[in-house]
């Protein structure tokens, strides 16, 4: 069977990068191969909900500028296409003194970034946003938003098939290679001749990517990320979302609350090294993938740089009074009776041989094929900007 374009994985990133191409070609044939039963069966079925505004990201970046853009579309979107989403806006606080000098970078960042309309909070106004908020200095956000991803998702995958689009269900990609100029993906189902690859293939694009380009200096490390629910009675603790000063060092946000669409707070997440790629629970251990990110050489160096910070996270992970008290730092009123297990998502992090996790996205491009190999937070918000410039580039090697 031949086609234009298979995309592999068929998570919001490659839904969305389907969906540019049927737009700006809509006679271009298109396959997206799904392995799971369901779309969005990972990173964005299990993200925290959250439209992000484009706060935190280096100006100029692939994520401040797909970011913003990539909200732009999504709003946009969601209005077209009926998707429920709420734009509630968010506040960041500052705990402590310490935190004051991060707290005005990242008020200066934002400016940067395009942001309009927020402001900054003193302790006081802190609480006519959130009554029970703990926090010296802060400021509101309000472009922050909330929807589901996996809702989205599926709107795309509609889409997608209403343009004569396909999407394979249940087929895993086992081998690519090269045949009379064009490539053979080959799945457990059968084989798909192809002009071009695009690989969103999340928690698994270094794999993906690596069988096509043999000189591939990443790894996706996968981090699980915890979270906690607030029992229904101590709701009323959360308005909206609450977020901490982040460690301008470690790639997270740190443990915050939040509000979701289809209902209660959510709070967490931590970040702990997955025992597996697809290491949703702590008992998950797939010893052939948790060998080869310990032997990764720039995650030996990571470890040895954040060894502290790590720990910290997975004593947070099997301590509730632990990931409590990190809450209480927000919300003091918190008690360990009032959290209830939630869920959680993994983080397909790629980390290269000198021990950087990227900050960005990261686009590869080789002969036939376009490799989305970091495409973290924000990349759910960012998804219709990441798919345009993906299809962008599709199209220019398609000629």
């Known amino acids: 069977m031949k086609n234009d374009v298979v995309i592999v994985g068929g998570g919001i990133v490659g839904l969305a990068s389907a969906l540019n191409l049927k ?20 990173q964005t079925g299990n993200n925290s909900g959250v439209i992000h505004s484009g706060l935190y ?5 692939l994520k ?6 990539g909200y732009k579309k999504l709003v946009r979107f969601c209005d077209e296409e009926g998707v429920p989403y709420e734009l509630c806006g968010k506040i960041v606080v500052a705990t402590k003194e310490s935190e004051l000098p991060q707290l005005e970078k990242l008020y200066e960042r934002g400016a940067q970034n395009g942001l309009t309309g ?18 010296i200095a802060g ?15 599926e709107k795309y995958g509609e889409k997608i098939k209403h343009a004569d689009g396909e999407i394979r269900m249940e087929e895993k990609v086992l081998k690519i290679h090269e045949q009379n100029g064009h490539s053979v993906v080959q ?17 698994y694009s270094d794999k993906i990517a690596s069988l096509v380009e043999k000189k591939l200096d990443v790894k996706i490390i996968p981090f699980r990320g915890e979270y906690y629910k607030l029992a229904k009675e101590k709701e009323y603790l959360v308005k909206n979302l609450i977020y901490p000063v982040p460690d301008p060092a470690f790639p997270f946000l740190g443990v915050h609350f939040t509000r ?20 949703y629970t702590k008992s998950k251990i797939n010893p052939a993938e948790f060998i080869e990110s310990l032997m990764w050489p720039g995650f030996q160096k990571v470890a040895a740089k954040y060894w502290k910070t790590g720990m910290g996270e997975m004593y947070r992970s099997f301590s509730k009074a632990a990931f409590t008290k990190a809450l209480q730092q927000l919300i003091p009123e918190i008690e360990a009776k009032d959290l209830v297990h939630g869920g959680a ?7 290269d041989r000198n021990g950087g996790l990227l900050d960005d996205f990261m686009i590869l491009e080789s002969k036939n094929a376009v490799n989305v190999c970091n495409a973290p937070s924000p990349a759910a918000t960012s998804s219709l900007a990441i798919g345009d410039t993906v299809s962008d580039i599709a199209l220019k090697k398609l000629g």
């Open 23 to 42: 737009k700006k070609n809509p006679k271009l044939k298109i396959k997206v191969i799904e392995k799971e039963k369901t779309l969005a069966a990972h």
């Open 57 to 61: 990201y280096k100006p100029g970046s």
């Open 64 to 69: 401040a500028t797909n970011c913003i853009n």
């Open 118 to 135: 927020f402001k900054k909070l003193n302790s006081e106004e802190l609480k006519e946003y959130e009554p029970h908020v703990n926090g």
């Open 139 to 153: 400021f509101f956000v309000p472009q922050t938003g909330i929807v589901d991803f996996k809702v989205v998702a």
């Open 187 to 203: 799945t457990n189902k059968g084989d798909y001749e192809t002009k071009l690859v695009v690989n969103c293939a999340g928690l």
């Open 260 to 279: 979701m669409m289809r209902g209660g707070i959510e709070a967490g997440p931590n970040a702990v090294l997955a025992f597996a790629r697809e290491g």
């Open 345 to 351: 998502g993994v983080r397909a992090q790629a980390c």
